[in-house]
């Protein structure tokens, strides 16, 4: 099973990669679980932080809720269902072979992790990751990977989480989940979907992979 | 009971008004349910229905669902308990006097109202109010009220649901609703809190009253 989280910034060019997704599950029989961004509706949870009086507790439920609106979202473009518990989804994905998970149910009801926009919905697919036993997750957003700089920088092949420091393409809790959890991380741009498709087939392309080497 | 309706223009003028009715409420046992709008976070599934290919059934559950997250905004920066069914929020007005409806649930489980951006939260509101078997709804939004002519003309004490046409501050579809149930409506503006707490009282002020004479 791949679990793929597809980024907010992808919300007007997921159509394409949720189809060769779709496509590559059912030939394959490599079983895919999705897990939204929050997107633009994350973005008007941040504004209510900072302008409306909205404490960080009720910013991380309505941002985990954003990521469900997201999910349908997701799925009306796409025909792959949703579902919003893992006993769910593991049903879907007997039938189906692809699933899109709308996480604020399973976030919420276990409350494992801090409420802070450190975390995003990066960190959620690889909390989702740690519940499903998986020992990789897959960020697709809307750049290349990570860079050693960035805008300017150099694109890098691998970078080992204990590493990952100040402004990168995911969210800054990540790295210390994936240590704990010994979970892999690939970081993609998701435009190209012949590059997460390589990634599931175990072919090199263009993206960043974090390894969790300990040494 | 009042039924009133926040609209998401209103969200970062919500705190005092809010306010303002809790303690109104506390004060003259007049137990108050509050349906919020969608706001910003409808306006993201407006872009998706324009821009992203969802379609209208789909914008519609989102659109319910946008009102869910504005009123646990409200909830917040309020302290008033939500509830995202009527029997649960019949409950806590025995205790509270007041209390924030989710309605997503019902409007989806009943899903009697057409999917259509001519049903907004104006007609939800209204909706609400017949399954409770009110004959009044309340309408706080961003404007005075409805005018003769906008932006340039003049406002309205009254009017007949049935005269109601083109461009106004309330959905297209509020007025057949109110006609179809017997209900009349306030449209005021939500800056005022005094505006809402005087038509509580009976008190004349500032707003436009939509009559259901069927004359």
Sequence with gaps: ????????????FAKPLLSELKIFSN??????????????????????????????????????MSMDLTGIYFSEISNIKTADNLYEAKKILEDDNIVILLPSKIVLSTDELPHSWNITSDSIAAYIARLLNLNSVIIATDVDGIYDNYPEGKLLNTINAKSIKGFTSVDSYLPKLLLKHNIECFVVNGKHPSRIINILKNNNDIYTKITIDKK
Tied chains: 1, 2.
């Design 27 to 64: 030939s394959e029989e490599n079983k895919i679980i999705i897990v939204p961004g929050g997107g633009a509706f994350a973005n008007v949870v941040r504004d209510l932080n900072e302008k409306g009086g909205l404490s960080n507790r009720s910013s991380h439920k309505l941002a985990t």
């Design 1 to 12: 099973m791949h679990l793929i989280k597809v980024g907010g910034s992808l919300t007007y």
